[in-house]
């Protein structure tokens, strides 16, 4: 089993900054995708950007780019979502996803084995 926890979310205004941290503990896998997707009110859940445990390129959402980076730290075991220049449009709530045995860096959301609890990021205009 693996676990995710997300921390980071919170309030902030349009044009700031956040960023989301997933702490992966349990049997985590080095060849894993690990993954952020976001669900706003009334919304399908939507891939946001996603990166290797092992390295290499990362993937994002048309939406993102450019705005976020997603990150990893394996000596920590825990994944990082920058996210600068926020809009309103951002607002939702964000979880981690663990893909374990990846083809590649998926961005549908049922290649995703676990997932966390969620964090709600509300960006105010």
């Known amino acids: 089993q693996v676990q995710l926890v997300e921390s980071g979310g919170g309030l902030v205004q349009a044009g700031g900054s956040l960023r989301l941290s997933c702490a992966a503990s349990?049997?985590?896998?080095?060849?894993?995708?690990m993954g952020w997707f976001r669900q706003a009110p009334g919304k399908e859940r939507e891939f946001v950007a996603a990166i290797r445990w092992s390295g290499g390129s990362a993937n994002y959402a048309d939406s993102v780019k450019g705005r976020f980076t997603i990150s990893r730290d394996n000596a920590k075991n825990t994944v990082y979502l920058q996210m600068n220049s926020l809009k309103p449009e951002d607002t939702a709530v964000y979880y981690c996803a663990a893909d374990r045995s990846p083809l590649t860096i998926a961005t549908s959301r049922w290649a995703y084995d676990y997932w966390g609890q969620g964090t709600q990021v509300t960006v105010s205009s």
């Open positions: 349990g049997r985590t896998f080095s060849s894993s995708v």
